[in-house]
């Protein structure tokens, strides 16, 4: 992975350089559980814990060098079986390794943040992309100040495209991974409501979002939905794609229709697509993929062959067979008013069932604008919803305004797991489709399981 040689370039500070009996490391963990081979650990503090304790045990699973912060005492059993590395904090210590070390490998990078759809674009990117070239992509969620480092640091030397997702809370975050990562691209899906309680309205999180493109390449290019009329100005800027419904897209999408397979779509100039994603959301979502992969010398039947072999990241749209051989679509990943809409026009466009059962939860960070913006779910439902279920504390927003637009749906709300998993009974057969929505901390997973057949 790197030379010791190479690491001393940007910390110098070693304790006891006679423990540098390897020539290299190969992996770097926050992890002391994980038994690895010629590891360097770097040991973080949260406020319940301190990583630094369990230095011993990551030295007994492999690892053979540590950053340790000076401030801390280091005790004999750790300086006497590893090379120890002094640093002022090791969490600022792992960034600026990923940052050394994704000049050090130096792939094509692609950003890719947005309110919604950044985990499925980046999936999208790194279906067309891995066909053709060495790619390696965020993994899971790791997105944040500590996952896209170790995203970057886990990249095999040979690398040539880094997919690197970028995700925040509060401002100041996505130009501090952007800092880290320096694109050659920069992908903004969307602006929606998530985290809205940070950062105070979609105008703030707009701002926070464009934060990806401080650290562009000076010949970089920043690639937007546009269809947000909040990026308009960020048009203006050089070297800028847009991908989008309105006419005056860069990467125009002319036509997009969803069946029981996917969703068929069509880019302007370009050709006819097909993924295996249900939604007109989606067909955008490609689209970015579409002018990453033309900017990088990619065909149409290239991409479209990408597409073929996409493999999603679990519980974002994820269709399974309950043991009442109803449809379940888990997509309890995450949440947001824009998401959840998303979700429920897609399953009201889905033919093929006699009852769609909406199952929805609550979403979270959305502080003052909870209630509002939970009741606007409701304008989403239509006719074809055959039932609504809302569970948890704020979902039952979704309920109260759900019964004032559609007073003829049957519509409950619950606040025990027993009740709503009794309440789906009637809806257990081959006819149904039941769409699982909720915020990641809902854990709908945990219901969803209860309805799979038991050998799964």
């Not at 390794?97 to 309110?115: D, W």
């Not at 027993?418 to 901390?441: D, H, M, T, V």
Request: aromatic share 8%.
């Amino acid at each position: 992975m790197f030379s010791f040689e190479w690491l001393q370039r940007f910390f110098p500070d070693i304790l006891n350089p006679e423990q540098l009996r390897t020539p290299a490391v190969s992996h770097v963990s926050t992890d002391s559980r994980k038994k690895q081979e010629h590891t360097l650990f770097i040991p973080l503090a949260g406020e319940t814990f301190d990583a630094h304790d369990f230095a011993e045990q990551a030295i007994a699973n492999g690892a053979i060098a540590l950053f340790w912060e000076r401030s801390k005492p280091v005790p004999s059993t750790v300086s006497e079986h590893a090379a120890v590395f002094l640093v002022d904090d090791t969490l600022e210590a792992l960034q600026t390794l990923a940052a050394g070390y994704r000049q050090l490998v130096n792939p094509l990078v692609i950003g890719i943040t947005g309110s919604n759809g950044k985990t499925t674009t980046k999936d999208l990117v790194s279906a067309v992309f891995k066909k053709y070239r060495r790619t390696h992509h965020t993994q899971g969620n790791l997105n944040n100040h500590i996952g896209m480092p170790l995203t970057i640091l886990s990249m095999p030397r040979d690398t040539e495209v880094l997919i690197a997702e970028m995700g925040m809370n509060h401002a100041g975050e996505i130009e501090l991974l952007s800092g880290i990562a320096k694109p050659d691209y920069a992908v903004i899906t969307n602006i929606g409501e998530s985290h809205i309680e940070h950062l105070g309205s979609r105008e703030g999180i707009a701002q926070a979002k464009l934060e990806i493109a401080t650290g562009l390449q000076p010949d970089g290019w920043l690639i937007l939905d546009a269809d947000e009329p909040l990026l308009d100005e960020a048009r203006k800027r050089r070297n800028v794609l847009t991908c989008g419904f309105t006419g005056q897209s860069d990467v125009h999408i002319d036509q997009a229709e969803v069946s029981l397979s996917g969703t068929v779509f069509r880019i302007e100039g370009v050709g006819q697509f097909s993924i295996p994603l249900h939604g007109r959301h989606h067909a955008k979502n490609a689209a970015y993929a579409v002018a990453l992969a033309q900017k990088n010398g990619i065909s149409a039947d290239e991409i479209q062959s990408g597409f073929e072999e996409l493999a999603m990241t679990a519980m974002r749209f994820e269709w399974l067979k309950g043991s009442g051989n109803e449809t379940i679509i888990n997509d309890a990943y995450n949440a947001s008013p824009t998401s959840m809409k998303g979700a429920i026009e897609v399953a009201a466009q889905i033919d093929g069932f006699r009852h769609k059962v909406l199952v929805l939860g609550d979403i979270f960070e959305l502080g003052e604008h909870a209630e509002a913006l939970h009741k606007s779910v409701a304008e989403a439902i239509a006719p074809q919803i055959s039932a609504l279920f809302t569970y948890g504390e704020a979902a039952k927003w979704i309920s109260e305004a759900s019964r004032v637009r559609n007073p003829d749906i049957p519509t409950c709300h619950f606040k025990d797991e027993a009740s709503l998993i009794e309440a789906l009974s009637p809806y257990r057969n081959e006819q149904s489709l039941l769409l699982f929505k909720a915020s990641r901390g809902m854990k709908f997973e945990q219901i969803i399981q209860k309805l799979l057949p038991e050998e799964r």
